[in-house]
């Protein structure tokens, strides 16, 4: 088997208030691979995101990539567009940032946007969109850069069930099509076992690995995988990790 | 058409109703111009003393517009260099403070000890109009988004091409905001400081003249000289809120039609 894309070994993170929020977490990415991390509000999720972005460092334990650090793509959990900016130059921002001119960019943004069914909205202002479609230009200027691995930090959690159930067989399609690897936080155990091959359920106070849970190769991803056994067990032992971990908090 | 009338319609109306009742009330109580001219008159001396009018028109104008671009000048760069250097910027703001606190009315004559006239009246209004520049500017600089920060600085942004595209961007809608309240301002302090300063002779602008035209109980002219300072300031207040408009309209809720 291919070294993982990235691991992490022994990672913790106390923030400047004292606060630990992660202890001891290891974790591996398979280069192709399909990570969600779950657990509840809290437990430090978005702070492993963080530190695999490189936007925080850790300050126990160390991140280790199989080669140079490749090409991320992060989505917020907002979809944190420039409202003065139209959709084209919302998804060219990170190929202006790279220093790259309006016209080279010019086709990988029209991709971009295909690839996330905005191929029509390049003129159109983010005010005008509704949060799935602005969502989607998220997603279009994580893609813009064509990642190597895809970080997303809850980046349906505000959407509406239709929206997201279509944002997530659009992700699927859109990580077969690109070949990017995912690593995905969400609260939902139903989002990480329709999506990811692993799921890592994480306890709070501090932030730690409760299980590692393989999602069983059981057939496309498509509405019937929701009544296929590899789902309906992923979700089980999902929801008993993260209920065995839940610790003292009162829910 | 409709939605014009709807939107104009109502003030136009009621400012022509007083300008109808002003009209009969001196002409049917018979009160003496020198007391309150007609609107009729006010008009008619506006025109007849439009050399002396728009020579000051033109002083005050002058006045105004050199204050304000001063005060963007220094606003929007206090504000930056604040943004850039905090200690520095909390050595000066204190003295920003001081500044704007202080009646510009009571430093008037102070300058005048050290200044010509002019140039009194001009630092009075750039006094009056920095301040909300400068605090609007530092407070747009102040609050951009976290995320789109954090956006910029996971793709490798610097600090000037996150200043440039985004940071200034974002403070716009609160630049914007300054820059009314500071064209406005602009105004005020040009007629206030006129008036304390006392400038007269050649070179003087409206505020001189409503002094003047009262010593000598032309008030007519007084009238005339106040209407010509109203316009100015609604000619002022209409271009600010014009460029805000088109700086502001394709994205900011402040600019953006309710129903669209």
């Known amino acids: 088997m291919s070294p993982p894309l990235v691991s992490l070994r022994g990672v913790g993170k106390t923030f400047a208030n004292g606060v630990t929020a992660l202890d001891n977490v290891s974790l591996d990415l398979r280069a192709g691979g399909f990570l969600s991390l779950v657990g509840p509000s809290g437990c430090g999720k978005s702070t492993v995101l963080r530190l695999i972005a490189g936007l925080a460092r850790p300050d126990r334990g ?3 990539w199989a080669e140079t650090r490749p090409r991320i793509g992060f989505v917020f959990q907002d979809a944190t567009l420039l409202p003065w900016a139209n959709v084209f130059d919302n998804v060219r921002l990170p190929l202006r940032l790279a220093g790259q001119g309006a016209r080279d960019s010019a086709a990988a943004v029209a991709e971009a946007l295909r690839l996330v069914g905005l191929a029509d909205f390049a003129a159109a202002y983010p005010r005008e969109l509704s949060g799935g479609m602005k969502m989607r230009v998220s997603i279009a200027r994580a893609l813009v850069q064509r990642p190597h691995l895809l970080l997303m930090d809850e980046p ?7 929206a997201r159930l279509r944002l997530n067989d659009d992700l699927l399609r859109l990580k077969a099509e690109t070949g990017a690897s995912v ?13 990811s091959d692993r799921i890592a359920v994480m306890s709070p106070r501090p932030g730690a690995i409760a299980a590692i849970i393989d999602v069983a190769d059981d057939g496309p991803r498509t509405r019937d995988f929701r009544r296929a056994p590899a789902y309906l067990d992923a979700c089980a032992a999902a929801a008993d990790a993260l209920r065995a971990h839940a610790g003292k908090a009162v829910a | 058409m409709s939605a014009l009338v709807a939107r104009f319609g109502p003030p136009l109306a009621a400012l022509a109703a007083l300008i109808a009742v002003w009209e009969a009330g001196v002409r049917l109580g018979g009160v003496a111009p020198y007391v309150l001219p007609a609107p009729s008159l006010v008009l008619a001396t506006l025109i007849a003393d439009w050399s ?5 028109l033109w002083v005050t104008l002058e006045i105004t517009f050199a204050a304000l671009a001063l005060a963007l000048v220094g606003g929007v760069g206090l504000a930056l260099l604040i943004d850039g250097a905090r200690w520095l910027g909390r050595g000066l703001l204190p ?6 606190v202080t009646p510009v009315v009571a430093i008037a004559p102070i300058l005048l000890v050290w200044l010509s006239p002019s140039s009194a009246v001009l630092v009075c209004a750039f006094l009056v109009a920095f301040f909300p520049i400068l605090s609007n500017t530092a407070m747009g600089l102040a609050s951009t988004d976290k995320s789109l920060l954090e956006m910029f600085r996971l793709y490798g942004a610097g600090r000037w091409r996150t200043l440039w595209l985004l940071r200034l961007p974002a403070a716009l809608p609160d630049f914007l905001g300054g820059l009314r309240i500071g064209g406005g301002l602009a105004l005020i302090g040009a007629i206030v400081g006129e008036l304390a300063a006392g400038a007269a002779g050649q070179g003087s602008g409206l505020a001189f003249r409503i002094s003047e035209a009262g010593y000598r109980a032309n008030v007519p002219r007084m009238f005339a000289a106040l209407l ?8 002022m207040h209409a271009a600010t809120s014009l460029v805000s408009h088109l700086a502001l309209r394709r994205w900011h809720d402040s600019a953006v039609a309710r129903d669209a």
């Open chain 1, 183 to 195: 690593v995905f936080v969400t609260h939902s155990v139903y989002e990480s076992a329709y999506l």
């Open chain 1, 62 to 64: 160390e991140i280790l």
């Open chain 2, 52 to 56: 002396v009018l728009s020579a000051s």
């Open chain 2, 95 to 100: 003295i920003a403070v001081i500044l704007q």
């Open chain 2, 228 to 235: 010509l300072i109203s316009l100015t300031g609604l000619a």
């Open chain 1, 156 to 162: 349906f959690a505000a959407l509406d069930e239709i």
